[in-house]
């Protein structure tokens, strides 16, 4: 496992302490601090089992979402590009309809109370725009290390330029510039590919890691309500959500071209969030109260900086360069499908907004 991967499980990890620290700071006073364990033993009985049933059904949503594109289409058809197309739409809708209104629900609630920064300041731009500069940032150094330790690696393998050997260098730079236009003279094509492949694979990770953030969120969400006639619309809406998420996702794993190994760790880690919080949502169900300050304030934070990371990475890294690659530009065939799918993804994950 990669020191970059053990740093996004430990971020990961330090998420479900913030929760578990929200849990216990619940209060059970008023309707801001209220216990939502209200209800009656049938009701409660009967929500519980709806609440089984979202866990295995958006567990399996999860799962074959993610695998559907990965096992089931080839790498650079046309296919595979109107698939990443709908992925990309999915993921900016999921950004901007989905976590940043509930960000902004959360930290401009009146529970919170009117104290500054609290007022009128727009901390969810502030929060998303900040997380938006991280994953730059984060992809920037990370780019930058790599195509050093490219470099430096290149330079060990050309020979000294002395007399004729400084023609031998000029064949082997020439190598390399064939190599940026897809051709396979030279020995230089490996290390290159290998930096754009570790990219992608950085690049998925840290998307990964903003999609599971909100998925642990929904999950409590749903775990710990108590009304049937919530809970019922709650579990369709949750389980698309978890399907069309996952299929975005495993796009970008299996363009990333993970070792099989890290493929299914990341799939069970995308796949177990969203059951996970409804575990932890059904064992705090009576004690958790979402409108507390404290969950309003860590939920709203979270929220909003998933949704800073997606937006940034859908843009930037899905859509932008899919939509600018040769292939698209050379075929308006291509540039009008691709853009329908993008449309349908956004639009298919918008219109699950009005459930969930």
Not at 25 to 43: L, P, R
Not at 66 to 72: E, K, Q, R
Not at 134 to 158: D, P
Not at 291 to 306: D, H, I, R, T, W
Request: aromatic letters at 8%; glycine letters at 10%; proline letters at 3%.
């Amino acid at each position: 496992m990669s020191r970059f991967q053990k740093t996004l499980i430990s971020a990961f990890i330090l998420f479900l302490v913030i929760l578990s620290l929200q849990v216990s700071s619940a209060e059970k006073e008023n309707e801001c601090s209220g216990s939502n364990g209200g209800g009656s033993a049938a009701e409660k009985a009967t929500t519980l089992k709806y609440k089984i049933g979202a866990f295995f059904s958006i567990l399996f949503a999860g799962v074959f979402g993610v695998c559907l594109p990965i096992f089931g289409l080839k790498s650079e058809s046309n296919l595979f590009m109107l698939v990443k197309a709908f992925a990309a739409g999915v993921i900016l809708a999921t950004g901007f309809v989905h976590i940043l209104p509930d960000a902004t629900e959360s930290l401009t609630s009146p529970c919170i109370g009117k104290e500054p920064p609290w007022g009128d300041f727009p901390m969810t731009g502030l929060v998303a725009m900040a997380a938006s500069i991280l994953t730059m940032l984060i992809e920037s150094f990370a780019s930058g290390y790599l195509n050093r330790s490219r470099l430096e690696k290149e330079s060990k393998t050309l020979p000294m330029s002395t007399g004729g050997g400084m023609e031998e260098h000029s064949h082997s730079g020439s190598a390399h510039t064939h190599d940026s236009q897809g051709h396979s003279h030279g020995s230089l094509l490996v290390p290159q590919d290998n930096h754009i492949d570790m990219r992608k694979k950085i690049v998925t990770q840290i998307l990964e890691l903003g999609i599971v953030v909100h998925s642990v969120i929904i999950g409590i969400s749903l775990g710990v309500s108590s009304s049937v006639s919530t809970i019922k619309p709650l579990v369709a809406a949750v389980t698309f959500h978890q399907l069309f998420e996952g299929f975005g996702l495993g796009g970008c794993i299996s363009e990333a071209k993970f070792k099989v190994k890290k493929i299914w760790v990341m799939l069970v880690f995308f796949a177990l969030t969203a059951p996970l919080g409804i575990g932890i949502g059904i064992g705090v169900a009576e004690i958790y109260n979402e409108n507390s300050p404290m969950a309003l304030k860590v939920s709203g934070f979270l929220n909003a900086a998933a949704a800073g990371i997606l937006i940034y990475m859908a843009l930037i890294d899905l859509v932008a360069p899919l939509f600018m690659n040769h292939k698209a530009q050379s075929s308006l065939t291509i540039q009008v499908a691709c853009s329908l799918s993008l449309v349908l993804g956004a639009g298919l994950m918008s219109l699950l907004a009005i459930w969930a």
